[in-house]
């Protein structure tokens, strides 16, 4: 480590691979990039086979210890020969009262379970057919080829180490990236959609393959989780000040962006996709920048500020499995994802920041050595410059108490201009009423009749006081007729000598 005026800073020639190449480089890889990682391991495991050779045919005339070995090689074969001990070791312990018959049926239900898809995997398939009906049909067809045979070489050997599985993976990256490149059905595929590809094909293959690589039980990475979980619980008492990190984390706005970093670092534990882990160590990365610049009047922060800034994060987080993550990602991601760009720094920095928490003492911290074991035991208890240390429960306790209480205050002003709008009702009401009574007692209603339409024909009681009508009379010769008779019977004249015709008389 160099010393500027940060205790806690890294030089970028640091982040880089040891053999000059120009790509990050990764603690996982002993220093190295993906690149040379794979190269060396290459180189030593083929002196390897060479020396075995040699020993094979010397091996009538004396026995071969370890130091005939490549120094290099003989860490690989250490840690291999570690992780099948601890195969045995697990195998034996998990099926310690189990028949075979057992362990044979067990075995075929794991098979069972992998190959069954869960929805994740259905729903990242899907995405990925969608995308390779834009490509030509042999295209498409080549690569389903390919992965179905990568995938089902993996689930018939789910009992090999995870080293091995990455291997397989790592070969697969390779192999098809050459292919995509060089292969007639290619022909034609633009770089972006190539790269779109190879991003499609990773993400599916690990959402398929992510149970039975993740955590792997054949790995000391549960181990390694359970360690770096400890050492971060008892580290809960370094401050943001402790470390040096310029970030104000009593401002609020800038508190908030630093739970957004903590969230988005714990949310790396439930993507399945390295690309998709990254993307949440990507986030909390531009979070963090966010919060430096927020308590920095505005001014960008550099990447001195950010490594201590990412240690605080990540202490205050203790991100769930977090060194099963990151070996995950270094052991399955497409490797040139890790080596350059954006997050391949911030990944090689989180790396970085694991070893820092690891190693982490009073020096480190500049105070004594009494006042370290001191807080880390528990006897001390930090005292804040400002506002007086408090743990995060408490702290998320009393902002919830506050919002409750602003809350309530809403709650309270909503219900009493409730109460003042039902008040108003009430009083309109009243109002409306009192209005029309005093328009009414100024204006007092008549009741007329309802006037009717007259119907000439009905019978109407007026009518009655009316003479009878006119009754048509007869005149004419009946009446002569009986004239005539009556003239026989008598002599005297009548009143009616002559006959007149009214005008109603009948004529015939
Ligand atoms: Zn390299």
Same mark, same amino acid.
């Not at 028949?99 to 067990?106: L, R």
């Not at 439930?270 to 998709?276: E, V």
């Not at 990944?347 to 105070?367: K, P």
């Given at each position: ?93 998990? !099926? ?50 390919? %992965? ?140 963090? !920048? ?56 911030? !990944? ?87 209005? %029309? ?72």
């Amino acid at each position: 480590m160099s010393q500027g005026h940060k205790r806690f800073h890294i030089n970028e020639q640091e982040l880089l691979c040891k053999n000059g190449c120009g790509f990050y480089g990764n603690p996982a890889w002993q220093g190295f990039c993906s690149k040379c990682w794979r190269e060396e391991y290459q180189k030593a495991k083929n002196a390897q086979l060479q020396i075995d050779e040699q020993n094979k045919m010397m091996k009538q005339k004396t026995p071969v210890g370890a130091e005939g070995k490549a120094p290099s090689f003989s860490k690989f074969e250490e840690k291999k020969k570690r992780e099948s001990d601890k195969r045995t070791h697990t195998v034996k312990s998990l !099926f310690r009262k189990s028949s075979s018959k057992d362990i044979a049926a067990e075995q075929v239900a794991k098979r069972e379970a992998m190959k069954r898809l869960s929805s994740e995997s259905q729903q990242v398939g899907e995405g990925f057919a969608d995308f390779l009906r834009n490509l030509s049909k042999p295209a498409a067809l080549d690569v389903s080829k390919h %992965i179905r045979a990568l995938i089902e070489k993996i689930q018939q050997n789910p009992d090999v180490t995870v080293d091995e599985h990455s291997e397989i993976i790592q070969d697969f990256y390779q192999s098809m990236g050459d292919r995509l490149q060089t292969h007639p059905v290619y022909k034609g595929l633009t770089h972006t959609t190539s790269d779109k590809l190879m991003d499609y094909m990773e993400k599916y293959i690990m959402t398929r393959l992510y149970r039975a690589v993740f955590c792997s039980m054949w790995s000391d990475d549960e181990e390694q989780d359970l360690i770096i979980q400890k050492r971060i619980r008892s580290l809960h008492w370094v401050s943001e000040q402790n470390l040096e990190a310029s970030i104000s984390v009593n401002e609020p706005s800038v508190r908030a962006l630093v739970d957004s970093a903590i969230t988005d670092i714990i949310e790396m534990d439930s993507k399945r996709a390295p690309q998709d882990k990254l993307a949440s160590v990507v986030r909390c990365s531009n979070h963090i !920048f966010e919060a430096l610049k927020a308590s920095q009047n505005n001014e960008p922060a550099s990447a001195d500020d950010f490594l201590p800034a990412l240690i605080y994060i990540v202490l205050q987080a203790n991100p769930p499995r977090l060194q099963s993550n990151i070996k995950y990602i270094t052991r399955f991601s497409n490797p040139s994802r890790l080596m350059s760009g954006e997050a391949g720094y911030y !990944f090689t920095n989180l790396c970085c920041v694991v070893a820092f928490i690891e190693n982490l003492n009073a020096e480190s911290l500049n105070m004594t050595p009494e006042e370290f074991e001191g807080y880390m035991s528990g006897k001390l208890v930090p005292r804040d410059s400002k506002e007086g240390h408090i743990c995060e429960g408490l702290r998320l306790m009393y902002q919830n108490l506050a919002n409750l209480s602003e809350l309530r205050q809403r709650h309270e002003k909503v219900m009493a201009e409730a109460m003042q709008l039902q008040q108003e009702i009430v009083e309109f009401k009243e109002n409306f009423k009192k209005e %029309i009574q005093s328009v009414l007692t100024k204006n007092p209603w008549t009741i007329k009749p309802r006037k009717t339409k007259v119907d000439l024909d009905a019978e109407s009681p007026a009518t009655d006081m009316l003479p009878p009508p006119l009754i048509p009379q007869i005149v004419g010769e009946p009446m002569v007729v009986q004239h005539d008779q009556s003239n026989a019977n008598s002599t005297d004249m009548t009143t009616e000598p002559h006959v007149t015709v009214t005008d109603t008389a009948v004529e015939e």
